[in-house]
């Protein structure tokens, strides 16, 4: 395989192989050197220390936060804000992948233009049978899917548990009890 390369002289930086005609025979014969081609290759930063937690296990307790969105209809989880307190058991980028993935999820089963004309035809006094049908069945494949998220979530960490309360809509990481209680 033929490479070019530039040579450079250095007494003469200003020499390339146009200019010097031993300069364009040498880059065209020289072979690659491994070396060279190694160094420039990016290796990956040394792996830092897993840091210790802050927080023991057993009042392990992190809420994620959220905030509304498509006109009030649904929720957003917050992936910029890493809670203090899994430090140590998850990294930052652990947990942005997971929300992202959570934020995916809701995305999938976001309320479209079609829930907001059968919500509008209810102010017509036509029934709102529809709209809550359409609402309810969404709910259901959200939920199933949201769940399949969290096992997944568990597999990967067998020590931490992800949880949905039901009450004020957020998503909680704690301690697993099989963790705690064996």
């Not at 936060?65 to 209809?73: E, I, S």
């Not at 899917?145 to 957020?170: I, W």
Request: hydrophobic share 35%.
């Amino acid at each position: 395989m033929a490479t070019d390369y530039l040579v450079i002289n250095p007494d003469s930086s200003a020499e390339s192989p146009s200019n010097n005609p031993s300069l364009a025979s040498l880059s065209q014969t020289a072979e690659p050197n491994p070396f060279l081609e190694s160094a420039f290759v990016a290796s990956p930063p040394p792996s830092k220390p897993k840091p210790t937690p802050t927080v023991p296990l057993e009042k392990l307790h992190a809420v994620i936060d959220t905030y509304q969105v498509n006109g009030g209809l649904d929720s957003k989880w917050v992936a910029d804000r890493f809670p203090p307190q899994l430090k140590g058991y998850l990294s930052y980028t652990e947990f942005e992948c997971l929300v992202n993935e959570l934020n995916a999820v809701r995305q999938k089963y976001r309320s479209t233009r079609t829930d907001f004309l059968l919500l509008g035809a209810s102010a017509l006094l036509l029934p709102m049978v529809p709209f809550l049908a359409r609402k309810k069945s969404r709910a259901v494949k959200r939920h199933h899917d949201l769940n399949l998220v969290a096992g997944g979530f568990s597999g990967r960490h067998p020590n931490l548990r992800l949880r949905f309360d039901k009450l004020n809509g957020t998503v909680v990481i704690e301690a697993h009890p099989r963790a705690l209680y064996g």
